[in-house]
């Protein structure tokens, strides 16, 4: 069974970039999909993106402009960069490994880490 | 951006059934297989049911999903007091701008 932990920075300054890194123990980084989730406090659940063993990248319109996704097989960890955060962006981190097939007909986050929380403040 | 709706809450005291409605559009639910994730209090969301009504391991038989149209829903049967979570429905949006989408999100409670 596939195992993420999600490490980084608790707390980053307006208008820097938020930087999360996920190992992956238990499994290839070569085998799935990975993808990152976020919830802000409170709130429900919105998803980032993803980034595939081939180093495809897909990413939610509404971040897609700061949003940043890559992979160190070396290590078996992906990663999360997001730029110029704002108070809006403080939420719990998740990374989870992910299944899809048939396009997206499919499309599913199988494991999810435990999240790191992440705020945003001067 | 697009999102699923759902009912904010549900109750039930245990051995009920409970169920939660997903409602969504052609570009999502309509055209994808949708997926159900259960957040236990101060705990990571986990993957209830996939492809629509498929349990993954260790997932008791009691939680069932069901999709028609574009609608989704998310039964349980025999309410348990562990079973008190907020439950998210979830599928493929291949609007222009494509992406996943979280449903709003349904707090139940076992009284």
């Known amino acids: 069974q596939v195992q993420l932990q999600e490490s980084g920075p608790g707390l980053v300054k307006p208008s820097e970039t938020l930087s999360l890194t996920c190992t992956v123990s238990?499994?290839?980084?070569?085998?799935?999909?990975w993808s990152w989730i976020r919830q802000a406090p409170g709130k429900g659940l919105e998803w980032i993106g993803y980034?595939?063993?081939?180093?495809?990248?897909n990413y939610n319109p509404s971040l897609k402009s700061r949003v940043t996704m890559s992979v160190d097989t070396s290590k078996n960890q992906f990663s999360l960069n997001l730029s110029s955060v704002t108070a809006a962006d403080t939420a719990v981190y998740y990374c989870?490994?992910?299944?899809?097939?048939?396009?997206?007909?499919?499309?599913?986050?199988?494991?999810w880490g435990r999240g790191t929380t992440v705020t945003v403040s001067s | 951006q697009s999102l699923l709706t759902q009912s904010p809450s549900a109750s039930g005291t245990p051995g009920q059934r409970v169920t939660i409605s997903c409602s969504g559009s052609s570009s999502n639910i309509g055209r994808n297989t949708v997926n159900w994730y259960q957040q236990l209090p101060g705990a990571a969301p986990k993957l209830l049911i996939y492809t629509n009504n498929q349990r993954p391991s260790g997932v008791p038989e009691r939680f069932s999903g069901s999709k028609s149209g574009t609608s989704a829903s998310l039964a349980i049967s025999g309410l348990q007091s562990e079973d008190e979570a907020d439950y998210y429905c979830a599928a493929w949006d291949d609007s222009l701008n494509a992406h996943y989408v979280f449903g709003t999100g349904t707090k139940v409670t076992v009284l």
């Open positions: 989870a490994s992910t299944r899809a097939s048939g396009g997206h007909y499919h499309y599913y986050m199988d494991v």
């Open positions: 980034i595939s063993y081939g180093v495809l990248t």
């Open positions: 238990g499994g290839s980084i070569n085998s799935y999909y």
